[in-house]
């Protein structure tokens, strides 16, 4: 009886860590794939209609939307940049908040990759645990002086896949620039404001011709 008990209890443990780990599975690429899949597909399309894409943010926008965007997390990096603010505005605050930081940080994603060649593109080696649930992605883009710049992607697990929430350029994170831009002026103006002038600031930028992205968000 203590051997079929014992041995009973060896098959619920199996069965338990079989479940924890199909509970913890991550579907879809891992993080160094995905990031390099969306990379040179953003790149390639760049290369394809560069003088275009300065001229019209529009299709600029477009194709941040195709290729980022779906494997980017905005509600999470938006809770990010606006941190204490995030838990006082109302429901319909935060999604214009969220649609407006989304479209400028896309804007600014974008401008800042026209500069970059797609036959300059170099994912660099993994550096963390590659079982954990949080990664940094590092890359390396050549403009076309043939300067590198890096290009980091922060990344996370998610039910729906590894997604960014992130990114990096020249060592300038845009969820901390921005939060450190937006925190300030939320707490002089109200974050009513700082929305409005996102708002009105995407609207003016999708009707003229696209310019490399700022080193300050603001």
């Not at 620039?177 to 109200?190: C, H, P, Q, V």
Request: charged fraction near 25%; aromatic fraction near 6%.
């Amino acid at each position: 009886m203590r051997s079929l008990v014992l041995s009973l209890f060896a098959a619920a443990l199996c069965l338990g860590a079989v479940r924890a780990a199909d509970a913890q599975a991550i579907p879809g690429p891992g993080p160094q794939q995905l990031i390099e899949t969306v990379s040179q597909d953003m790149l390639r399309d760049i290369d394809a209609n560069r003088a275009a894409l300065r001229q019209d943010p529009g299709k600029l926008r477009a194709l941040v939307d195709k290729n980022l965007l779906p494997h980017f997390d905005t509600d999470y990096a938006a809770r990010l940049v606006l941190g204490k603010h995030w838990r006082t505005a109302t429901p319909e605050q935060q999604k214009r908040f969220i649609d407006a930081f989304i479209q400028s940080m896309m804007r600014q994603y974008g401008n800042a990759m026209l500069d970059f060649t797609g036959d300059r593109l170099k994912i660099l080696p993994f550096k963390g645990d590659p079982a954990a649930r949080m990664a940094t992605v590092r890359s390396e883009v050549k403009r076309d002086n043939g300067t590198p710049v890096p290009v980091n992607y922060s990344m996370h697990a998610t039910p729906q896949g590894w997604k960014a929430w992130d990114v990096t350029v020249e060592g300038v994170s845009y969820v901390k620039n921005f939060r450190t831009d937006f925190g300030s002026e939320i707490d002089a103006k109200g974050l009513d404001a700082v929305i409005q002038r996102l708002e009105t600031e995407n609207t003016a930028a999708g009707k003229a011709p696209a310019s490399k992205a700022p080193a300050k968000a603001g």
